[in-house]
Nanobody, 125 residues
Framework: QVQLVESGGGLVQAGGSLRLSCAAS????????MGWFRQAPGKEREFVAA????????YYASSVKGRFSISRDNAKNTVDLQMNSLEPEDTAVYYC??????????????????WGQGTQVTVSS
């Protein structure tokens, strides 16, 4: 019912910035929140940031707090992730996700109903 498409991934040097975008289509009116997750090679997929669709409340993993910023444009049905002061440890495939209901904590992967295909972010040292 909801499709998510990420864009903006690429290769950047440590200390640089990158902006990811997620375009949502379909029955987006039912969404409670959207978020970003990432998965590095050999690692578990982890929560990065989330934003409530209507109120705009934001949530961040401690590892990215102060460096990353999530925002949304309700009219365009897009969610962006501005990533600053990037570190090699930020290298991962970044996934956009959307959830319909608040049935668990905002960072729980299992709480999200739809996922994008992922976009690669590589930070070189």
């Amino acid at each position: 019912q909801v499709q998510l498409v990420e864009s903006g991934g690429g290769l950047v040097q440590a200390g640089g910035s990158l902006r990811l975008s997620c375009a949502a289509s379909g029955r987006t009116f039912s969404l409670y929140a959207m978020g970003w997750f990432r998965q590095a090679p050999g690692k578990e997929r982890e929560f990065v940031a989330a934003i409530r669709w209507s109120e705009g409340s934001t949530y961040y993993a401690s590892s990215v707090k102060g460096r990353f910023s999530i925002s949304r444009d309700n009219a365009k049905n897009t969610v962006d992730l501005q990533m600053n002061s990037l570190e090699p440890e930020d290298t991962a495939v970044y996934y956009c996700a959307a959830r319909k209901f608040y049935l668990s904590i905002i960072s729980a992967r299992s709480g999200y109903d739809y996922w994008g295909q992922g976009t690669q972010v590589t930070v070189s040292s």
